[in-house]
C-alpha cells in the first residue's frame, strides 16, 4: 500500500498521472482542504485506467486522524466494470480530511491518472443533481436558488445530463416568480470527465430572464457525452425562487394523428395572442406583445400606436415547438427583432447593438408544414427592423413597400 497527500484542494484540479498498481496494492490518498470550512462540491475522477479494472472509493477521516484504518467511514464509491473510468462526486459536506483509495479489482493495472477538485459554488453550484436522458425518458426537476432573504447573487443549482443517443434535446428552465431574474447557462463537459470545471466550455447563456428555451444539437453534444445545466440567482435581491428544469429530446413523442387540430391536447396550444403596435417615433418598425404587456404599452408609451391582432403564439414549450427570443435593436432603440434559437446564437455573437430580452414566444419552424405560414419583411429604410405578416398582408407589401424586403417564412402557427 502506498500513500500520497494532496493539500489545499481548491479551485484547481489536483492531479497524479502514470501511476501503476501492479503489485502494489491500493494507493491511498489523503485529501486536506485546509480550513476551507464546508465544501460544497468535492470531485475525485479516475481516468486513462490501462490494463485492469481499478475502484474508486471516498473515506471521510475519522479519529485517529492521519491513518487509514477501519475507523475510516466509507461515503461514496464508483465500481464501473474494465478499464472504465471512475468518478465520485460527494455534496453538502464538512470541511476536514478525506481519503481517496484506489484499487485494483481485476487484472493489473499498469496506469491511471486521479484528479481532485473542491469546486467553488460560484463557479460550479450550490448543488449539483444528476440524470440519464433517452429518447424515451425525459428530465424533470424542481430546485431552489437564492436565500429566502437577503440572497446572494448567482446562488445557484446545477444539474449533470448524460445524453445517450443522436439527436436535438430541448431545455427548458422555468420560475415560478413573476419577479424572478435568472441567469441560465449550458457547459459541455469538454474534458469528458463528469466534472464542471474550468476547462468546459459554455455552449450558450441567457441572462436576466424568468424563462430560457433552449435547443442542445449534436454539434453541441455529441451522443454519449455529458452536459450541464446551470440556473443561477440573479433578482431580487430579497427572495430566492424555484426553478423547473425540463429537458427531452426533441422528437421523443410521437406527432399525434390529427397535428392541424389546435383543440386537440396532444397539440402545442397557440393560446397567448400578440398585438401588434407601430413605433410612432421610427415609422416602419414593430413590437409584438400579449396582453399583459400590451396593457404596459398603452398606458405608457404612447409612441406606440396599436394596430390590432397580429397572431397566436404558445407561450409554454413544447417538443414539437421551436423557441423565438427578442431582441431590441439599440441602434434603434424601441425597434425589434424575434428570432429562432440557431439565429440568435449567431446574434449574441456577432451583432453587440441587439440586446436579448428573453423568450418571446413559441411556434412552428418555417419548414414544419404544420399550421399558417408567418413572413419576415426588414425594412431598408431602417436596417435592422423587421415586420411579421401573414399571407395576405405579405402580398399587399410586396405590391406596395419596395422598401420592405422579404427574408422568408419565419414561423408557423395554428390559427
Do not use: C
Not at 484528479?115 to 425518458?137: C, E, H, K, W, Y
Not at 397580429?310 to 424601441?334: C, D, K, T, W, Y
Amino acid at each position: 500500500m502506498r500513500t500520497f497527500n494532496i493539500y489545499r484542494v481548491d479551485g484547481l484540479v489536483k492531479t497524479q498521472s502514470q501511476l501503476s498498481l501492479a503489485g502494489s496494492g491500493p494507493d491511498i490518498y489523503f485529501l486536506d482542504d485546509g480550513d476551507l470550512g464546508v465544501i460544497d462540491s468535492f470531485h475525485v475522477y479516475l481516468s486513462n485506467i490501462m490494463g485492469g479494472d481499478a475502484d474508486l472509493r471516498l473515506y471521510r477521516d475519522r479519529f485517529p486522524f492521519g491513518e487509514f484504518d477501519s475507523s475510516d467511514e466509507l461515503v461514496a464509491s464508483s465500481l464501473n466494470s474494465g478499464e472504465e473510468s471512475e468518478v465520485v462526486k460527494y455534496f453538502n459536506t464538512a470541511g476536514g480530511k478525506y481519503i481517496a483509495e484506489v484499487s485494483n479489482f481485476s487484472g493489473s493495472v499498469s496506469n491511471y491518472t486521479l484528479s481532485v477538485a473542491r469546486l467553488d459554488p460560484f463557479v460550479m453550484g450550490d448543488r449539483m443533481q444528476f440524470a440519464t436522458i433517452t429518447p424515451t425518458n425525459s428530465v424533470e426537476d424542481s430546485e431552489t436558488v437564492g436565500a429566502p432573504r437577503y440572497a446572494v447573487s448567482f446562488s445557484n443549482v446545477t444539474w449533470e445530463i448524460k445524453k445517450t443517443s443522436a439527436g436535438n434535446i430541448d431545455v427548458s428552465l422555468t420560475s415560478d416568480y413573476s419577479e424572478a431574474q435568472m441567469r441560465a447557462r449550458i457547459y459541455q463537459d469538454t474534458n469528458n470527465n463528469g466534472i464542471l470545471d474550468n476547462q468546459d466550455s459554455i455552449i450558450t447563456e441567457r441572462n436576466n430572464t424568468r424563462n430560457a428555451f433552449i435547443t442542445i444539437t449534436d454539434a453541441d453534444i455529441s451522443p454519449d457525452q455529458s452536459f450541464f445545466v446551470m440556473a443561477s440567482h440573479q433578482e431580487p435581491s430579497f427572495s430566492g425562487f424555484d426553478v423547473l428544469l425540463s429537458a427531452s429530446y426533441s422528437n421523443d413523442t410521437p406527432i399525434n394523428p390529427d397535428p392541424t387540430n389546435p383543440t386537440n391536447p396532444t397539440n402545442p396550444q397557440f393560446d397567448t395572442p400578440l398585438n401588434r403596435f407601430q413605433n410612432s417615433s421610427v415609422p416602419g418598425t414593430y413590437l409584438f406583445a400579449g396582453e399583459e404587456e400590451s396593457q404596459s404599452i398603452r398606458q405608457n408609451f404612447s409612441n406606440f400606436a396599436e394596430e390590432g391582432f397580429a397572431f397566436s403564439v404558445s407561450s409554454q414549450p413544447h417538443q414539437e415547438l421551436i423557441v423565438f427570443n427578442r431582441f431590441q435593436n439599440r441602434n434603434l432603440p424601441g425597434t425589434y427583432l424575434y428570432a429562432g434559437e440557431e439565429e440568435s446564437r449567431s446574434i449574441r455573437q456577432n451583432f453587440p447593438n441587439f440586446v436579448e430580452e428573453g423568450v418571446a414566444f413559441y411556434a412552428f419552424s418555417g419548414d414544419a408544414n404544420r399550421g399558417t405560414d408567418f413572413y419576415r419583411f426588414q425594412n431598408t429604410q431602417q436596417p435592422g427592423t423587421y415586420l411579421f405578416v401573414g399571407e395576405e398582408e405579405k402580398n399587399s407589401i410586396l405590391a406596395n413597400f419596395p422598401q420592405f424586403v422579404l427574408e422568408g417564412i419565419a414561423f408557423e402557427v395554428l390559427s
